[in-house]
C-alpha cells in the first residue's frame, strides 16, 4: 500500500436533475485515521459515499484507493478491492438471522456458485465453516454475539447498525465508510 493517503477522492461532482447533490468535493484519508465527514441535512454525504462506493457513477472527478484508480469500477471490486461502506438505514436481510446475514455477506464464499455444490462439496463446506467461524468472531467484537441466532428484523435500531457494521466487517476491509452510524432515527 502507498505511503500517501489510503483514500483521496479529487473533485467529486454529482448531480440529480437539477439538484447538485455533490460539487467538486476533495477530501483525503490517512491511513490508520478516523476521519468525518460533516455536513447538514442534504448536504450530500452519502450520495458522496455511495459514489466512493461504486453505487453511483459521479459526473466527474476521480477516486483512488491506495494506488487504484476506482471510480468507475463496479461495487463488488471496490469490496474486494478493501473498501466497504454501511448504509444510513440499515439493509439487514429481516427474515434471516444476525449469523446468517454476516456469513451472506462474506467474500469469496465457494457456495455462492451453485455449480460447486456439485462439483466441490468439499469445498463448498470448508468455506462455510471458515464463514461461520469468523461471523463468530465478528459478533463477539460488536458485542451482538448474544443475538447471533435472531431474526435480524427483531434488532432494535441501534443493534441494527452494529448488525450494519458487522455485515461491513465480514469482507475484511481496509477502510469501511460508516455513514451515521450512531443515528437510529
Ligand atoms: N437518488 C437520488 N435522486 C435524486 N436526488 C437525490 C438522490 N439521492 C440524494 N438526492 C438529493 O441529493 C442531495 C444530497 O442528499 P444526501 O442524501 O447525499 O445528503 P446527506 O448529506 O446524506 O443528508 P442526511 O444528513 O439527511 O443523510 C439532497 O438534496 C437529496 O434530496
Ligand atoms: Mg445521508
Not at 49 to 73: H, K, Q, S, T, V
Request: glycine content about 10%.
Amino acid at each position: 500500500m502507498a505511503s500517501g493517503p489510503i483514500l483521496q477522492v479529487n473533485g467529486i461532482e454529482k448531480a440529480f436533475g437539477g439538484i447538485r447533490a455533490v460539487d467538486r468535493c476533495s477530501l483525503a484519508v490517512l491511513p490508520g485515521s478516523i476521519t468525518g465527514l460533516i455536513g447538514p441535512n442534504g448536504a450530500g454525504k452519502s450520495t458522496l459515499f455511495n459514489i466512493i462506493a461504486g453505487l453511483y457513477r459521479p459526473d466527474g472527478g476521480e477516486i483512488w484507493f491506495g494506488d487504484a484508480r476506482i471510480d468507475g469500477l463496479p461495487p463488488y471490486e471496490i469490496v474486494r478491492l478493501g473498501l466497504t461502506k454501511t448504509w444510513q438505514i440499515p439493509h439487514e436481510l429481516r427474515n434471516l438471522t444476525v449469523l446468517e446475514n454476516l456469513v451472506l455477506a462474506a467474500k469469496d464464499n465457494a457456495g455462492e456458485h451453485l455449480l460447486n455444490l456439485f462439483v466441490k462439496p468439499g469445498e463448498v463446506k470448508r468455506d462455510e465453516i471458515r464463514c461461520r467461524a469468523r461471523a463468530r468472531e465478528v459478533l463477539k467484537l460488536t458485542q451482538l454475539e448474544g443475538l447471533a441466532n435472531e431474526h435480524a428484523r427483531s434488532l432494535s435500531g441501534g443493534q441494527k447498525k452494529l448488525l450494519e457494521l458487522s455485515r461491513a466487517l465480514m469482507s475484511d476491509p481496509t477502510l469501511v465508510l460508516l455513514d451515521e452510524p450512531s443515528n437510529t432515527t
